[in-house]
């Protein structure tokens, strides 16, 4: 699981009916320097599943692969990333976090 930065909002011109029920958004997974604020995000946008609403500016945790299919067993989703959760607040401690990276 990572954590990712909401972008935007994904539309389809046409979909799968297998789409239907949620949005597509689409978004950037941040590593520790970029949630620090030490760098700024440099990977490579994804599309995600979201169920819960996010927006764009929103900090969601999000499973990928096969596991991104898994809450949906037994139907068949065709999504490579699904929004697990949508993260209120995040403590992060910079002097711990400098020490793990030492």
């Known amino acids: ?37 030490d760098e ?17 500016g929103d900090l969601v945790a999000l499973s990928e692969g096969g596991e991104a299919a898994q809450p949906f067993r037994p139907d068949d989703k065709p999504v490579d990333a699904y929004n697990a959760a949508i993260l209120d607040k995040m403590d992060l401690n910079k002097t711990e976090l400098r020490k793990l990276k030492s």
Do not use: H
């Open 1 to 37: 699981m990572r954590i990712a930065k909401i972008l935007g909002t994904v539309t389809l011109g046409r979909s799968l009916p297998e789409f239907a029920g949620a949005s597509l958004r689409l978004a950037v997974p941040m590593s520790l320097a970029n949630l620090t604020g």
């Open 40 to 56: 700024k995000p440099a990977a490579d946008e994804l599309v995600l599943w979201d169920e819960f609403g996010s927006g764009v």
